[in-house]
């Protein structure tokens, strides 16, 4: 963009960049820490200050003993479930055992009357006895549990309904308070945003455009980082509607400029053809030519098969003269011959910025 500058107004035009840069910078620090250590104006809100203790307190001394009761008759029946899967387990294996044993003894034609025999059931049997005695008193904890459950059901559905209001207080609150938020923050950043649209209608193109680009470029980080996170929601339309709105805004104008830059490149063709090089700015017309683009309607110059491009097929702009002086063929928009140095016609000079 800046390669038709000299290199000194290179320089300067780098350093008026980062002057606005850094001016942004710390604008944006600034801006952050006054956010940061605004008074608090509101308490936030708690879970704990919308529960009705005074109604909650009583139910929960009846509940409370009951629960924990159930807790440990829990903790009982995980004890005795563990008890009777190695019960099982251990009955499995003898049975598997002693089924393999009584298999190998028949062989030998043993009677099943045999002392050793008759031990071997006896203990089976005991084990059989001990898994039902423990799925017993595993089913007795539950029906325990059952009847401490349904003694304090009507507690514990008043518990629940008081816990749901203030579930539902606290997400207001939450609500109320996300919008003093972000009032807050908007009576802080709507001014600057205000303030930087105002500065780029006006002053964009300025003298001081280098603090005036930095404002604007913090009153952006300030809309975007420190207002849009903490838009209220509203189930999503604000936050989709102000998209909405500013996409359609967005749009508008850049079809309105599109309208407005065709009609001015309109009425610049129809312009005499001094007029039109005197309002083409000098480092425009090298850069464009540069690129082997005409410098006002914009297009691309075709070749021309033995023939020497001097117009602007598209448009008619001239944009190659000869030197009066020496003859030599060059820029039209040179001021001075750099072969001889003549001056060009005076016409011809374009607005140099």
Known sequence: M?????????????????????????LVQVGAHLIADLPSIYAPPKYEDFVDQKALEPLEQVVQPAQEQMRGQQRDSEVLRTQLH??????????????????????TEQSDQNPEVLAKVRVLEQQLQQQQQLQAQIYALQQERRQLAQSI?????????????????????????????????????????LLAIWLFRRHRNGQNWPFVWGFIFFALFAFFFELVPYLPSFGGYVRYGVGAVLTFLGGRALI??????????????????????????????????GRNQCPSCERTLLAVEGAQVNYCMHCGLKLYDQCPKCGLRHNAFFPFCPACGAASDSQNKPAQV
Do not use: C, M
């Open 86 to 107: 190695e019960l099982e387990y251990r009955y499995q294996q003898d049975k598997e055992n002693f089924d393999n044993w009584r298999a190998a003894r028949s062989s």
């Open 2 to 26: 800046y390669k038709s500058l000299r290199r000194p107004e290179r320089l300067f035009r780098f350093g008026q960049w980062l002057v606005a840069l850094l001016f942004a910078y710390f």
């Open 153 to 193: 059901a009507p507690q514990s559905e008043a518990i629940r309904q008081l816990h749901q209001q203030a579930q539902q207080q606290y997400q207001e609150a939450i609500y109320q308070a996300s919008l003093k938020a972000f009032g807050v923050r908007l009576v802080f950043v709507g001014p600057l945003l």
């Open 256 to 289: 309105r400029s599109l309208q407005e830059y065709l009609e001015r490149k309109r009425h610049e063709q129809q312009a005499p053809q001094e007029e039109r090089q005197q309002e083409i700015r000098y480092e425009q017309a090298l850069t464009a030519i």
